[in-house]
């Protein structure tokens, strides 16, 4: 059974550039949550997504946004990146009705 | 404010010494309290999910336990190979389904 795959590994991009992230979850998975990690602030929740609806999010700017496709594909996007962007992200998927999330191996972004 | 904090930060065992990693956690309702293990440059590894105070679960040298205010992850014994970050995690019942995670115990183990 295939992981969860974040795509792509990794990214070298420009302040003030945008980016857009991408993750496909696991089989049969309907939520996906994406989450950024740095080695000051560890783990923080971005948003999460079920059946292309947005139903939470971490407290984020607004430069940051996502969006779920009716396969519950998933991409994140930010905008006017800024240095302090640099982060692993980090996407999860879970069943319906079930609490614990699986994660992929993330995209190493690095704002430069 | 919901919040999980996990202790120690770094931990340096040696190979067969056993001890516990602790999560204290506040929270309104708990959902559910998660163990992940992350090696370097990977993403979390799913390894437990605790619902309810006085439930405990197991998986090879790990046993993880839950109090209505923190959890313990034991290893027994440890080997090299359990070197690596281990997150404490928690989902509120009025949270929607935002996961609070804490910073994280780096384990060592040392042949």
């Known amino acids: 059974k295939a992981g969860v795959t974040q795509t792509p590994r990794y990214l070298i991009k420009t302040r003030g550039q945008q980016v857009t992230l991408s993750c496909s979850p696991i089989s049969g998975h309907r939520s996906v949550s994406w989450y950024q990690q740095t080695p000051g602030q560890g783990l923080q929740f971005l948003f999460e997504?079920?059946?292309?609806?947005?139903?939470n999010k971490g407290n984020f700017p607004g430069r940051f946004s996502g969006r779920q496709f009716s396969n519950s594909r998933s991409e994140m996007n930010v905008s006017t990146l800024e240095l302090g962007d640099s982060a692993l992200y980090l996407c999860a998927s879970s069943l319906v009705g079930r609490t614990e999330a699986f994660f992929g191996q993330g995209t190493r972004l690095t704002v430069v | 404010e919901d919040q999980v904090t996990q202790s120690p930060e770094a931990l340096r065992l040696q190979e067969g010494e056993s001890s516990s990693l602790n999560c204290s956690y506040t929270v309104s309702g708990l959902r559910g309290l998660f163990w992940y293990r992350q090696d370097p440059g990977k993403g979390p590894e799913f390894l437990f999910t605790?619902?309810?105070a006085g439930e405990e679960k197991e998986k090879e040298r790990l046993k993880a336990t839950l109090t209505k205010k923190e959890s313990f992850l034991h290893i027994t014994a440890p080997k090299p190979e359990d070197s690596a970050t281990y997150l404490c995690a928690v989902q509120a019942e009025a949270g929607g389904f935002k996961t609070i995670f804490g910073a994280g115990t780096r384990l060592f183990v040392k042949a």
């Open positions: 605790l619902y309810s």
């Open positions: 997504y079920f059946s292309e609806t947005q139903r």
